[in-house]
């Protein structure tokens, strides 16, 4: 791809990657200074709200000082494409560092914590969130940690592209008020920096799973600290206590971490060669942002695109809807995400990596969303046998307050793998696995709710796209069915007044195949209501 010459007062050397922002290029200043330039994608660019909102964070970002971030040196927010420029920190990112040297004793995570905490400080002193503090946005510079990408994610969240209360962030890392779509404070950078130090300590605060069991764990379950010295146990369950009123605020934790007079840099701090941040930390699972999460807000990543998967054969092609819409290979298409979203499996209010924006007065008539007339099974097998639902990380349906876009809402998740005792073989099933996230209620945007549920299945901020999504329609029926290929798994969902579903299969397959393929687990999923309420 042709890189720009120039952006602003800046040459341009290189492209670092693309995030939930837009591009990160390498650039210099005319006197010869290097900083990362991010510059915003076309549908941001092009949003009035974006501006406004990337206007007054920029503003506030510029304020921030202290040892332990990337300064903002430079912005343009009323350029065709606004950009932000910050200083280019030379060192690896935290995961990198984790992933080459191991992990941390007791005295480093207490140097760590505490420069974190000293980071927070500042931003939180001119009235910033993070709100995707992780491993892969801190890099330890041979002076100390430095945070970057702080205040972006807010400026994402104001776009037309979101709905009100969507949430960006990382799960793994994401405080339990973040994943159900709530305010959001201060206190939820506390709980992320509880995460990075469990990390860092060779841990995984609440385990390995996809975005949503992250989530429902987040919000629902005790932190796991096994991997934590004893010594800092309590201080990191503090931060990660579910009240966001029960956290230190992070002028605390620094009088709790900090030693009682400044200590010199640690003599085997290794010297390493200029790298920008990743956001793919080895301990954090990608963000869905929701955040979400998105997916992380503005961080960077490589941007190259995987191969095309293969294509299995399907029994039975849908056709091409006519108003199906392709995106160019490797380019994820933006859409709302929000409303109905991985977390919405799990956790009550909210949108994002949640469900819907929190409530309030006013609402629509009932009159005004569809009747009831089918909702959501999960049985043992599908698709003649198949598949057989696995019995580990099995969770009950959840069931949600009404809100502005839906009523008597139900939240379901379900595994399945290939059936080999089933009544079909191995070498028929299409896929492997199946996953399985759905909702049952009266909607009044399904196929919005479908989309964003896809979305938060599958964006990563460096995800790659061998199948940009398409909608397909079979012959006798009205539902659209939208599939795309993301990473390593073929992702298809539907929504109807009723039900909205996003389903995961692995391996790979051609579109048309997971199409087909989820029309059958429609069918097996979808029941009539038999008794009214």
């Known amino acids: 791809m042709d890189l720009p010459e ?13 995030g939930g922002m837009g591009t990160v290029y390498l650039a210099r200043s005319r006197g010869g200074r290097t900083v990362a330039v991010k510059v915003a994608r076309p549908e941001l660019a092009a949003d009035p709200h974006f501006r406004a909102r990337f206007r007054a964070e920029v503003d506030a970002a510029r304020r921030v000082g202290g040892f332990h971030t990337a300064q903002v040196v430079d ?21 990198g560092l984790l992933a080459a040297q191991g992990p941390m004793d007791e005295t480093r995570l207490r140097r760590l914590g505490a420069a974190l905490a000293e980071a927070l400080k500042a931003i939180h002193g001119c009235g910033l969130i993070h709100r995707d503090l992780k491993p892969g946005n801190i890099i330890m510079a041979d002076d100390g940690p430095r945070v970057l990408d702080f205040g972006i994610a807010r400026a994402l969240e104001s776009t037309r592209l979101t709905c009100t209360g ?37 841990g995984q605060a609440f385990g390995e799973g996809t975005p949503m069991m992250l989530m429902y764990r987040a919000v629902h379950e005790p932190a796991d600290l096994s991997a934590l010295p004893e010594g800092v146990r309590p201080l990191v369950a503090s931060c990660l206590a579910k009240d966001a009123a029960q956290r230190p605020t992070a002028e605390r934790l620094l009088d709790l971490l900090a030693p009682p007079t400044a200590g010199e840099p640690a003599a085997d701090a290794p010297a390493h060669p200029p790298t920008l941040a990743s956001p793919a930390a080895p301990s954090a699972p990608p963000p869905t942002a929701l955040s979400a999460a998105a997916p992380t807000a503005d961080s960077t990543a490589d941007a190259a695109t995987a191969a095309a998967a293969p294509h299995a054969e399907s029994p039975q092609q849908p056709t091409l809807s006519p108003e199906a819409k392709t995106a160019p290979p490797g380019k994820r298409p933006t859409r709302r995400i929000a409303t109905l979203v991985a977390g919405a499996l799990f956790v009550l209010g909210g949108a994002g990596y949640g469900i819907y924006a929190s409530g309030g007065s006013g609402w629509d008539s009932d009159a005004s969303f569809p009747k009831a007339t089918h909702e959501l099974v999960i049985p043992e097998t599908l698709v003649d046998d198949a598949y057989g639902r696995e019995i580990e990380n099995r969770l009950p349906p959840n069931s949600q307050p009404d809100s502005r876009d839906g009523k008597g809402s139900t939240h379901y998740i379900a595994d399945y793998t290939v059936n080999s005792t089933g009544s079909s073989s191995e070498n028929e099933a299409a896929f492997r696995t199946v996953h399985v996230y759905g909702s049952s209620g009266r909607y009044k945007d399904p196929e919005g709710d479908r989309d964003s549920l896809i979305d938060a299945m599958t964006v990563t901020g460096s995800e790659n796209v061998s199948d940009p999504p398409r909608t397909f329609r079979f012959p006798g029926s009205d539902v659209a069915f939208r599939c795309t290929t993301v990473d390593d798994k073929t992702v298809c969902g539907w929504g109807d007044d009723n039900t909205t579903v996003a389903i995961a299969f692995t391996p790979t397959g051609s579109l048309e195949a997971a199409a087909a393929e989820t029309r059958k687990i429609r069918d097996d999923i979808r029941k009539p209501i038999t008794q009214q309420p």
């Open 166 to 202: 969507a949430a960006f962030g990382t799960p793994g890392f994401l405080a339990p008020e973040q994943a159900q779509g709530l305010e959001v404070g201060r206190a939820a950078d506390v709980f992320a920096l509880g995460a990075v130090l469990v990390a860092a300590a060779g």
């Open 6 to 18: 120039r952006i602003g007062d800046y040459a341009v050397e290189r492209e670092l990657g693309a």
């Open 75 to 95: 912005a343009d927010p009323e350029a065709p494409a606004p950009w932000l420029a910050t200083a280019y920190i030379a060192g690896p990112t935290l995961s």
